[in-house]
């Protein structure tokens, strides 16, 4: 079988969330798909009326399919410190016409107030690797995991857009959605993530200056904005009028009329994502050329480097890559993704990147 569901986007595409349909007969919450984590956790009535704030929410008493996991329960820290926590049901969840029967479905009990202040989002659905599933005593798998066996193909694709519907496909890939050919690039799943090594990058175009550096990170349709290492964000704000590090916004921030230039990444179909070479650094262009000579360039157009405004005078705004400082890699978040048409291959371990 295949499946297809409807992506919207947030205010400033901050995140995107879908519908999803849970127990019997089906509740319908919009959840935020997540490749970067691997938990499915919803609103639910158990949790106190003070942490919830016009959200959906699940309630298992009503539904004649959940089983409740006895002595199960999650808790989950995302990147931005948030967190949430609960109990475990098994139910039906469907996604796109897809349904999984058995499910392992998270009804929280707390959630952090990032979460009750994000009044659009009644959780997340994670389609990460089922390795970092936090779910004690024993893990769970993903709805993709669940999913796998009944799709034409063990792959689930990304299409987001600025600013407009996107859509996330399910066990087929939509020729029709992208343009030119898409270029596949190993996938390291070790550490539970859509791990992959980009071989290098571009500012403003792809005819002058390539730089030849691996960047490795995760594909993140979680994270909102672009975070990459601080050799890459330097050179491209260093291109931008009035762009650059802002200690007192904590991140860097380009005027809000700034024309800004393009950022491509490369994509290599021959590098493997085993940690892979050092950086060729700039200043080197034969061997950088050389490096990217296989390489195929993604193309982030600039306005997507001018993300949203810092206050409410609308003059200086927060720049869409941001650095990857302490994470330990960098994460392709929204702002790479919706610039891309993106195959998630779990048969294949591997990402395929396409311009659209
Ligand atoms: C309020 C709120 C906070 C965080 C997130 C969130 N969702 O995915 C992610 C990224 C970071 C990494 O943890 C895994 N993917 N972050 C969503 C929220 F609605």
């Not at 050179?235 to 650059?244: E, F, K, N, R, T």
């Not at 950022?263 to 290599?268: D, N, T």
């Amino acid at each position: 079988g295949t499946g297809t569901a409807e992506a919207s986007p947030q205010k400033h595409d901050v995140e995107y969330l879908i519908p999803v349909s849970i127990g019997s007969p089906g509740q319908t919450l919009s959840l935020d798909l997540d490749t970067g984590s691997s938990d499915l956790w919803v609103f639910s009535t158990l949790m106190g009326k003070d942490e919830v704030n016009g959200q959906a929410v699940y309630n298992p008493e009503e539904s004649r399919s959940a089983k409740k996991m006895e002595g199960y329960s999650w808790k989950i820290q995302y990147g931005d410190g948030s967190t949430s926590s609960g109990d475990v049901y098994q139910d039906t969840v469907t996604v796109g016409g897809l349904t999984v029967s058995s499910q392992a479905v998270e009804a929280a009990r707390n959630v952090s107030d990032e979460f009750t202040a994000d009044t659009a989002n009644d959780g997340l659905i994670g389609l990460a690797f089922g390795s970092i599933n936090t779910i004690l005593p024993k893990q769970q798998h993903t709805w993709f995991e669940n999913a796998m066996s009944q799709l034409d193909q063990p792959v689930f694709t990304a299409d987001l857009k600025a600013s407009s519907p996107g859509h996330y496909n399910f066990g087929y890939i939509d020729s029709s959605a992208y343009k030119g050919n898409i270029t596949y690039t190993a996938v390291d799943s070790s550490d539970g993530f859509w791990m992959w090594d980009s071989p290098g990058y571009a500012v403003g175009s792809t005819s002058s200056g390539l730089n030849a550096t691996v960047i490795h990170g995760i594909a993140d349709t979680g994270t909102t904005l672009l975070l990459l290492p601080e050799e890459v964000v330097g050179a491209y704000y260093s291109q931008v009028d009035g762009g650059g590090y802002s200690p007192s916004q904590g991140g860097y921030t380009v005027p809000c009329d700034v024309k800004a230039p393009s950022l491509y990444f490369a994509v290599s179909s021959s590098s493997s994502s085993g940690g892979g070479g050092g950086g060729g650094g700039g200043g080197r262009e034969g061997e950088d050329d050389a490096a990217l000579a296989d390489a195929t360039f993604i193309k982030i157009p600039g306005k997507y480097m001018v993300y949203s405004p810092v206050d409410k005078t609308g003059k200086e705004c927060f720049g869409g890559v941001q650095e990857d400082t302490g994470i330990g890699f960098s994460i392709f978040g929204d702002v790479a993704l919706k610039a891309a048409f993106v195959v998630f291959d779990a048969g294949n371990l591997r990402l395929g990147w396409a311009e659209k």
